[in-house]
């Protein structure tokens, strides 16, 4: 297990619960997120990645009939508590999702949106905040000269960059990510995971992916999850190079299924 010095845990899970229906998802997690590090979620299809992630920024509630009981702190307060305001939570942390989802605006609309969602009415602000994003979403120079064109003509991967600029907008503590580059080429996913390392001195990163490659590539820590329950949680190099548990031994060798 991974063993953090207390400051620098952005988001810590106690004996977290999951239940869909009746159908129990997660199984008394405790999972502890680093500051400013890309931790990565792996395992097979099913077997609860997605809806760990979204408990952190509370995506989940909105799914009737789920239950979860524990803890979720972020900054280490519970962010379930009554008093968290879940629109600022969600503004600190941000979600990039599988399959690219740009609003149907301009690119510039679409990332000056959480701007204007939080009321900001210095345009020239906007547009300096609109630039910064995409800069450092590494779009910037294919996007420049036509701003005003909608989000949905631009491919796939500039897509997925365009999502990463507009949850950038809005200045996030944590980005997380559910298998953002599943829909995208080598080259595009090369792209995102550069971006990825870079954001990491600013933003703390939270990456679900199937790719075995690329977890090794990019993550510093990395969580084996299966059942719902976490087998292995260690820094990336030791999950893949010196396994503890045969479970993981299998998954990442390709053994599972
Ligand atoms: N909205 C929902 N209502 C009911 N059950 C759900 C819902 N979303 C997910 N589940 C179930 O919860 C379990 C875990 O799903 P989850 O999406 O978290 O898995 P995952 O590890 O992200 O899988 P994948 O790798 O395929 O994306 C699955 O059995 C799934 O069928
Ligand atoms: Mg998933």
């Known amino acids: 297990m991974v063993k953090l010095e207390k400051n620098n845990v952005k988001v810590e899970f106690r004996g977290v619960n999951f239940c869909y229906n009746e159908e129990q998802i997660l199984f008394n997690v405790d999972f502890k997120v680093p500051s400013n590090r890309i931790t990565a979620l792996i395992g097979p299809s099913g077997c609860g990645k997605s809806t760990l992630i979204r408990c952190i920024n509370r995506m989940n509630e909105v799914i009737p009939m789920s239950r979860m009981d524990g803890q979720v702190l972020y900054n280490k307060e519970n962010i379930y508590d009554k008093h968290v305001d879940v629109v600022e939570l969600r503004r600190r942390i941000g979600m990039v999702f599988q399959k690219p989802n740009p609003f149907p605006m301009s690119i510039f609309d679409n990332v000056a949106y959480g701007l204007r969602l939080q009321n900001v009415k210095d345009k020239s602000m906007i547009r300096e905040t609109v630039k910064e994003s995409l800069v450092k979403a590494d779009l910037w120079v294919e996007v420049k000269d036509r ?30 990510l559910d298998e953002p580059c599943s829909a995208l080429d080598p080259i595009a996913t090369a792209r995102i995971e550069s971006l990825l390392k870079k954001l990491k001195k600013e933003e703390t990163i939270v990456i679900v992916t199937h790719n075995m490659h690329q977890a090794r590539r990019i993550s510093d820590y990395t969580c084996y999850l299966f059942g719902g329950k976490i087998i292995e949680y260690s820094e990336t190099e030791e999950i893949f190079n010196n396994p503890q548990n045969k479970l993981t031994k299998d998954y990442i060798s390709g053994e599972f299924g």
Do not use: H, K, T, Y
């Open 147 to 176: 701003l005003d064109l909608s989000a949905f003509r631009l491919s796939g991967g500039q897509q997925q960059r365009l999502c990463i600029a507009r949850a950038l907008a809005v200045n996030p503590d944590v980005i997380l």
